[in-house]
């Protein structure tokens, strides 16, 4: 039984070596901030977190949300003058750059962690 015990051993620091590695991927230590993030952070903070709490904290969002909502307010589906204002001159790449960003930034609130189906922009429904 010993050797069984340390393949054991061996095998849980193996799977907890890449647990840390997903989380410091998720964490977003590597992602690049968008020029345009500057603008968006006089409100939402360029970390996600809401300089006042009429504005939405985004830090930590779902990606594919974040994308969704952007692409909602520029098209006009989701109407708040301020939001379709700021999205209105967004391109794509801006899109995903900025969701990107967000969804990798430190949660200001709990997001649960659930597997999420992340469907490319290009292909999010309503679009
Ligand atoms: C002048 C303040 C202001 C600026 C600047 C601003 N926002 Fe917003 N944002 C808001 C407000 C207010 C809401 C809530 C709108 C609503 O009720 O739909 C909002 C909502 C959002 C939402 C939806 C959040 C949710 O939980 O549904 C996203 C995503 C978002 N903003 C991203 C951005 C991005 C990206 C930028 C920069 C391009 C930006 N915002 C710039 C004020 C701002």
Redesign the pocket.
């Given at each position: 039984m010993p050797p069984k015990k340390c393949t054991d051993m061996r095998a849980i620091a193996i799977t907890c070596s890449l647990l840390a590695l997903s989380f410091a991927g998720a964490a977003g230590a590597a992602v690049a901030k968008p020029v345009?993030?500057v603008?968006?952070?006089?409100?939402?903070g360029e970390d996600g977190k809401a300089k006042m709490p009429?504005?939405?904290?985004?830090a930590g969002?779902y990606r594919s949300?974040?994308e969704q909502?952007?692409r909602a307010?520029r098209s006009g589906a989701?109407?708040?003058p301020?939001?379709n204002a700021?999205?209105g001159g967004?391109t794509d790449a801006?899109?995903q750059a900025?969701?990107l960003w967000?969804s990798s930034r430190p949660p200001a609130l709990y997001t649960p962690s659930v597997s999420q189906p992340f469907t490319p922009s290009a292909t999010v429904a309503g679009e």
């Open positions: 345009r993030v603008v968006c952070g006089a409100c939402h009429m504005y939405p904290n985004l969002q949300y974040l909502a952007l307010y989701r109407k708040n301020i939001m700021q999205a967004l801006d899109i900025l969701a967000y």
